[in-house]
């Protein structure tokens, strides 16, 4: 017995020294290894649904808080990036949904996943608001346009920042702005997909950006005819937020900023003019392209997450429904996420994927035609159908969201709002997408061995065998206190609380597939992946 338990020690050692973490793919810092600067300005501009208690219309702070590993425990000196833009339908938290901030729980969860492996995460606020109730189809189409428009304004705002803190600030980030990921969430998906797309005035000039009918005010209180544009660049800027600029009054504002004259007709504050703006890549997580033909070749490369079934935001093409209360409000037809990387993948922008993507996950997301047509890379589809078909919008859309139960608008979401269940999900997210902005860093010049992603997250965990077919076991370096093997649709299947190093999970009764193991020990959350067959 003596032997052989020297014997399973050295095979121990032999599989943690053969299989270092990896950085850029796997956790290589603790939480207490992550620093978080909170409500960071990275920019101001007009928000002109700033609510009547601060003044209203104005200039106000554009805020984000960044994520990553203490200098102290981390001497690396180019960092990749991911920008994480949160959902909320363009609308402030709490007018229709329980979320819409920087800090929402998905947010935060993954942003924290990213610092935990080695990137700067930067979770930001853009302008939100617009006329979503409106029964004047112009105002409401209209403002959500501009809604948009603002929102990408925003996000390169944050960008230039970035790269003015490498210019001007000695880097104090330690990133490399050559290697930034933008990372959309919802509402924050379709500025994402709009960041990477939309570069063309006459992108503006499709007939559905466009007013239906003549109107004494417009969105900006002009007049204008049908046919005009919604997006009024005079007024309002480009997409990159140059153009349409304020005119300052000298004054501040009783907040100590700029007081802007609002008899002219400029809304644009510009931020960091002359410094470039571009991503690397993009990753929509439930969110849509405004129109197909913004997408052309040279554009970033695009990965996407959806729920097939969402009622709000289309998996293929389709309209826009935006929740207001009991009531949804219809606003424009988009084209989906499987559209959006459908062509992104035949135009060659996605050819940087070059990697042969057959690992679990990835195998689950072109396994069936139904839910992915043609079968094509680099969409992972979630197939949640509702519990009742007469009802398609009371559908789980955002599996990967949970929030204070205690919050009024929760009442309108339907999700279950479990907390084990979203982080199983978004387990699910990072093992799809970590890899492939993995293999994008590769063709900047890091030397990540992006194969060894499929089956480990942490070294001092072993699992074996895998696949498996009859059990699996667990050694650990500390008692497990609970153990939890959760499905891809989120459904935990084994639940324990063993208190012991060495445990083993029966499989013989389980349905083939891929399976999270998800392992508490001593506060601390470890996943891994295991193939029942």
């Known amino acids: 017995m003596r032997k052989f338990l020297h014997l399973f020690i050295v095979l121990i050692l032999t599989v943690c020294v053969s299989h270092a973490q990896v950085r850029y793919l796997e956790p290589v810092f603790t939480d207490a290894q992550i620093v978080k600067m909170a409500d960071v300005n990275y920019g101001i501009n007009f928000f002109a649904y700033a609510p009547a208690s601060i003044g209203g219309p104005q200039l106000l702070p554009l805020r984000c808080d960044i994520y990553m590993p203490d200098t102290n425990a981390d001497n690396v000196a180019n960092r990749p990036v991911i920008v994480y833009l949160h959902t909320g339908s363009f609308l402030p938290k709490g007018l229709a949904s329980p979320m819409g901030e920087k800090t929402d729980s998905a947010a935060v969860e993954i942003c924290r996943r990213f610092a935990k492996m080695g990137y700067v995460a930067v979770s930001a606020t853009y302008r939100v608001g617009w006329l979503a109730n409106s029964t004047d189809l112009d105002l409401r189409r209209g403002t959500n346009l501009l809604a948009v428009y603002n929102a990408i304004q925003d996000a390169k705002t944050l960008v230039r920042f970035l790269r003015a803190s490498v210019l001007g600030q000695g ?189 679990p996950i990835s195998v689950k997301a072109r396994a069936s035609a139904t839910l992915n047509p043609g079968q094509i890379h680099h969409i992972l589809p979630f197939d949640i159908p509702p519990p009742n078909p007469a009802l398609p919008f009371r559908v789980n859309s955002n599996p990967w969201d949970w929030w204070d139960p205690n919050d009024p608008q929760s009442a309108n979401e339907t999700n279950p709002n479990i907390k084990a269940q979203s982080l199983a999900y978004i387990d699910t997210v990072m093992g799809f997408v970590a890899p492939r902005i993995a293999k994008m860093l590769t063709t900047k010049g890091y030397q990540i061995p992006v194969s060894v992603a499929e089956n480990s997250i942490d070294n001092r965990i072993i699992l074996y065998p895998n696949p498996a077919s009859t059990h699996f076991s667990l050694s650990t370096y500390k008692p497990i206190e609970k153990i939890e093997l959760v499905d891809l649709t989120g459904k935990i299947v084994y639940a324990n609380t063993p208190f012991e190093s060495h445990h083993t999970v029966r499989t013989e009764h389980l349905p083939k597939g891929v399976y999270m193991v998800r392992l508490y020990i001593e506060n601390d959350l470890f996943v891994k992946k295991v193939v029942v067959r």
């Open 171 to 359: 880097n104090p980030f330690k990133i490399n702005t050559n290697a930034i990921t933008l990372f959309g969430q919802g509402s924050g998906g379709y500025i994402t997909l709009a960041y990477g797309t939309l570069n063309k005035y006459t992108e503006l000039q499709l007939d559905k950006f466009k007013y239906d009918n003549a109107s004494s005010t417009g969105l900006f209180g002009h007049p204008v005819q049908a046919g005009d544009m919604y997006v009024d660049t005079s007024v309002v800027g480009d997409w990159n937020g140059f153009g349409g600029k304020v005119t300052l009054t000298g004054q501040q504002t009783p907040l100590g900023l700029p007081e802007i004259d609002m008899t002219k007709r400029g809304r644009n504050f510009e931020n960091f003019p002359g410094i470039p703006s571009d991503v690397a890549m993009t990753v929509n997580l439930g969110g849509a392209l405004g129109d197909s033909t913004w997408l052309e070749a040279g554009d970033p490369p695009i990965v996407s997450v959806h729920v097939v079934q969402d009622f709000f935001a289309p998996y293929i093409s389709g309209m826009v429904n935006v929740p207001i209360g009991a009531q949804f409000f219809p606003v424009v037809e988009v084209a989906g996420s499987h559209t959006a990387v459908r062509l992104s993948n035949t135009t060659g922008n996605n050819s940087v994927f070059t990697t042969n993507w057959n690992d």
